[in-house]
Structures are given as C-alpha cells and as structure tokens.
C-alpha cells in the first residue's frame, strides 16, 4: 500500500474537578455540589464534545481507574491544523482548546439554561501541534476561574490531561456502488491505486457458499424463492466477496439473518434487525473462513428516518449469538442523507472479559484476529437510501499490519452501505443495481 495521510490526534482526559471550602477551619476537603458537574471540550472550527466531570473528595489526583480515561478526541487532517496554527492578525481570531465546566443539569427549560459556569481552562493551539511527534501539552491541576458556588468563592480547579500525538489514517475509495462490485483504490492526493475488488451476489445460489464461509446454514429461513413477492416480504442471500489484485479472495460479508418488517409494519425494527457475518480466511486452509465481527442494522422509529448500525467483534469460538462478542460501535446514519459509520474505541467502556487486555495508555486489544487498538479505528462514509452511493474509508495506520488487514474493513463498509437499502420500507423499491 502506498503511505499514509497525515492526522493528528488530540485526546482530554484524567477530568476531575474539585472546589476548595473557604472555611479556614477545613484546609483540605471540597465544596459539597449538590448538582452534577459537566464541561463542554472545544476545539476551533470542530464540533463541541459534551462529557461529565467527577468531582474529586481529596487533595489528590483523580483516582487511578481515570488516570487514562479519554472524555473527548479530535482529529485533524494535516490541512486542517495548518489552517489552525496559521498566523492570525488579531488575538481574538487565535485557535484555542477550551474546556468550560458548567454545574447543574445540561439543556434548558422554557428557554433558560439550568446549568450554571464555574469556570474555563484554555489551551492555544501551537506550531508544535504539527511536528509529528507525541507531545503531553498539560497534565495536572489548574485554576479554571473565581465563581461562588453554594455561597463559596475560591478558585475552582480542574484536573486535565491533553494530548497530541500523530494518528495516520489510510484512504479508500470504492470506485462505484458496492452492488455493481467495483475495484477499490487507496487514495493519496491526486494518485488512485487499486488494491481491492468486491463481488456483489444475491443469486439464492449463494446459500450453500455463504454457509461454507460461515460454518453454518442454520443463519439461513425461509424459503428460497427468487419470485418478486418474496422480495417484498424478507431480503436474504446477499454475499460481497472482497478480493486481492491476484484475485484470491481476502474477506467477506455474508447476510446470515434475512431482513424482514416487523408485523403489522414495513420496517425492519430494532428488536428484530438483519445480520452480515463479517468472515476473514483461517490461516489453516485456502477454503476455510473465521467469524471476525457481526454487523446488526435496522430502521429507527421516529419523526427523523434513521438507521442504527450495531457492531461487536466476535468472540474467538463464540459462534454467531449476540452475546459471543463485545459490542465497539453503535452508529446512527441519515437514511435519506447518508452519513458516517464510526469506530473509535475511546468512546467504548471495554467489559471484563479474556478477551480484552488493557494498556497503559487505556487502549486495549481484542486478541482475536486482526488486532484491534484503542482509539479512532475506522470510519465509512455511505450515502442515503436511493442514491449512489461510492463509500469513502479511512483507517488508522497503526491498525493495519499488511493488505489482507484492510481488506476486512472493506467488507464491513460493504456490509454498512448495502444495510442501508435492505433497511428500506418493504413498501418501496429497491435500487436497479440490487435487484438485477
């Protein structure tokens, strides 16, 4: 693969906040806030991040097991934190990190915020932000500001870890819609390399592959016949293969679990979605396939359509039941606009289980397969129902050991565009592509 595009990570965490009691009787102790305490993380020029903030009952530092909690990450493409640092003619116009500590509840009611500020820690973004190299920009406690709370006014102090450190991605492209079973390039600047190849199928003579790619034919019901009404009713049988440049095949995304309305609707519901089999070759044979992840999708219900993307890492000889793996990304996409399936392990609290192993810096490792780091890990852009759609894919550098590596992220990419349209409503049409 050619090299990586350059990104930066920004990651606040270690929060902790506490508020010393101004009776000189008490010299060590905190403020009792009878309300919960929140912040809002700010980078110039990118979405506000929302988080809680523990309050701290000790002069100490926050307890161990927060020490390496992550509560908001960035990312900036090259390009962008050049824009950032670029010099500004007024001081006002300068980019900054900011973190602003509110107490009381978040939202508001008729119109008044019921949250209150206690104060704001501030960081500049700096030239040092795009040396490329890991840097810890603050670690520790900090005067946030002089607010009175519950009758008190000293200084309220915030307890912060920031850091930077480089997080290059990959770039992929699928070169026309998956049903059409395009090439797949790798992207780097204007250069367009083909790496990949995806087979699309919904022949109903798929069955007795796919049930060789997954062990299994019991993730199979219903009849199989190929007739118009039968469509209208379940969608079934879809397999994307995802083939190498020598044309062996390096990854797949099978349908194990047809897509059906619920009763009495014509939405596949949350309580009864459709299923892929993400499967990867077994390095035991040419012709044997491993389980590596599960993808589960469906129609939400609501004034705004939109379609819930659950995924989860299968356990290493767990089968197919949901409760065989560790679910690391629930996503939300725009059925009419598209959007962006994520995984980002930071935004997932790992469950104790042998599978999971912790690290010091708060990643861990799914020790199964392909490794899986903490952090941002991969991200697919699709677009809505009825609408061509050439998904956009970007890994991070540090997950991927060699090709075969990303072509099993392609076949998840397969498996989230093309659950966009078996997640339509039983009572439209689907695209050309997908019923030829």
């Excluded at 397969?414 to 997908?434: G, H, M, N, Y």
Aim: aromatic share 8%; with cysteine; proline share 5%.
């Amino acid at each position: 693969m050619m090299d990586p595009r350059a990104f930066v990570r920004v990651s606040v965490g270690a929060l902790g906040l506490r508020i010393p009691v101004a009776s000189k009787a008490v010299r060590a102790g905190v403020h009792a806030l009878s309300s919960p305490c929140f912040c809002e993380v700010r980078l110039t020029g990118l979405p506000t991040q929302t988080t809680s903030v523990p309050l701290i009952t000790s002069s100490s530092t926050p307890g161990s097991q927060d020490l390496h909690s992550i509560a908001a990450t960035f990312y900036l493409e090259e390009s962008e934190l050049k824009k950032l640092i670029a010099p500004r003619r007024f001081k006002s116009s300068l980019a900054y990190l900011e973190i602003v500590i509110f107490t009381g509840r978040q939202g508001s009611h008729c119109g008044v915020s019921s949250s209150k500020q206690i104060g704001t820690f501030r960081l500049q973004v700096g030239a040092e932000w795009a040396e490329g190299k890991t840097l810890l920009l603050h670690n520790g406690w900090t005067n946030i500001g002089k607010n009175k709370v519950e009758g008190s006014s000293p200084r309220a102090e915030l307890h912060v870890r920031v850091k930077v450190e480089p997080d290059p991605r990959y770039i992929f492209q699928f070169e026309d819609e998956t049903a059409l079973s395009p090439q797949i390039v790798q992207l780097q600047g204007s250069v367009r390399q083909p790496i990949f190849s995806c087979k699309f199928s919904r022949d109903r003579g798929t069955r007795a592959r796919a049930s060789q790619l997954d062990g299994t034919a019991n993730g199979w019901s219903g009849s199989h016949n190929s007739d118009k009404d039968s469509e209208r009713r379940d969608r079934k049988g879809w397999l994307v293969m995802i083939h190498d440049l020598s044309g062996s095949a390096v990854a797949a995304a099978s349908m194990v679990t047809p897509f059906v309305p619920s009763t009495g609707s014509d939405r596949v519901s949350r309580s009864n979605p459709g299923a892929w089999l993400i499967l990867r070759p077994d390095s035991s044979g040419v012709d044997s396939w491993q389980p590596w992840g599960r993808l589960e999708a469906w129609r939400e219900r609501g004034g705004k359509d939109f379609i819930g993307c659950r995924f989860q890492l299968v356990e290493e000889g767990g089968g197919l039941g949901v409760s065989s793996g560790i679910v690391i990304s629930e996503t939300l996409i725009s059925a009419d606009k598209g959007g962006e399936f994520l995984i980002d392990t930071s935004k997932v609290t790992p469950s104790i289980s042998p599978i999971l192993s912790p690290h010091s810096s708060g990643d861990f490792t799914f020790n199964f397969g392909l490794q899986i780091l903490g952090g941002f890990v991969m991200t697919c852009r699709v677009q809505g129902e009825g609408k061509s759609s050439k998904p956009l894919v970007q890994l991070a550098m540090r997950h991927i050991t060699c090709v075969e590596d990303a072509a099993i992220f392609m076949a998840l990419t397969a498996a989230v565009d093309l659950s966009i349209e078996a997640c339509k409503p039983f009572t439209k049409k689907l695209r050309k592509a997908i019923r030829d």
